[in-house]
């Protein structure tokens, strides 16, 4: 089975811009969750999707935002780009709201913003 | 809020040594709690877990105890590999917080041949 897939695995843009990151789960998952992870620290928690629907957010910007999609996928929007929102983006999956079985954690989105 | 706190590294250690890396939490109720670890350059991998007071979990030769009294889920190895040079990151996902994982802040490893 693939595991939870991320793309792009690369990203530069500049301050202003928009970037759309995208994440399919493990088949079957049904919970997409986003976290934040800047060099040398913790990743941080951004939304968790469950069945489509937002089940939790991070203290983040308005400029965050997500979705799920129909077949559990799930994208990350970020608007106005910051210098400061470079890090790397890491998806999540899971069966359930991950509490009990622990998320399934994709290689992320390395974004840089220049 | 619910919160971990890890020591700080990074952890330099021989190969074959002794490995032990404490966690402590805080958090209402009875959380899970969970070690994370993160090879250069990769994701984070689900390395243990526990979900209820004195339960252990382990997982390629390490362990960590539940321990509810003193708010406490070290990791501990027996005997450290080269490959087993990485962060490590310990966790929890908590009732007050039952839709994420909340993050120490991680202590990077590094075994010398």
């Known amino acids: 089975d693939a595991g939870v897939t991320q793309s792009p695995t690369h990203l530069i843009k500049t301050r202003g811009q928009h970037v759309t990151l995208r994440c399919s789960p493990i088949?079957?998952?049904?919970?997409v969750s986003w976290y934040q992870q800047v060099l040398g620290q913790g990743p941080q928690f951004i939304f968790q999707?469950?069945?489509?629907?937002?089940?939790g957010r991070g203290n983040f910007p308005d400029r965050f935002s997500a979705r799920q999609f129909p077949n559990y996928s799930s994208e990350l929007n970020v608007n106005a780009l910051l210098l400061g929102d470079s890090a790397l983006y890491l998806c999540?999956?899971?069966?359930?709201?991950?509490?009990?079985?622990?998320?399934?954690f994709g290689s992320g989105t390395r974004l840089t913003v220049v | 809020g619910d919160s971990v706190t890890q020591m700080e590294g990074p952890v330099t250690l021989s190969e074959e040594a002794f490995l032990t890396i404490n966690c402590t939490y805080t958090a209402t109720g009875y959380p899970s709690l969970f070690w994370y670890v993160q090879y250069p350059g990769e994701g984070l991998q689900l390395l243990l877990k526990a979900t209820k007071a004195d339960d252990k979990g382990s997982n390629k030769g390490f362990e960590a105890t539940y321990r509810k009294e003193t708010t406490s889920f070290h990791l501990e190895k027996g005997s450290v590999q080269v490959s087993d040079s990485a962060v490590y990151f310990c966790?929890?996902?908590?009732?007050?917080?039952?839709?994420?994982?909340?993050f120490g802040s991680g202590t990077r490893l590094s075994i010398r041949p």
């Open positions: 999540a999956s899971s069966s359930t709201g991950g509490r009990n079985y622990g998320y399934t």
């Open positions: 088949s079957g998952h049904k919970s």
């Open positions: 966790a929890l996902s908590g009732y007050s917080s039952a839709s994420k994982i909340i």
């Open positions: 999707y469950y069945e489509k629907e937002e089940r």
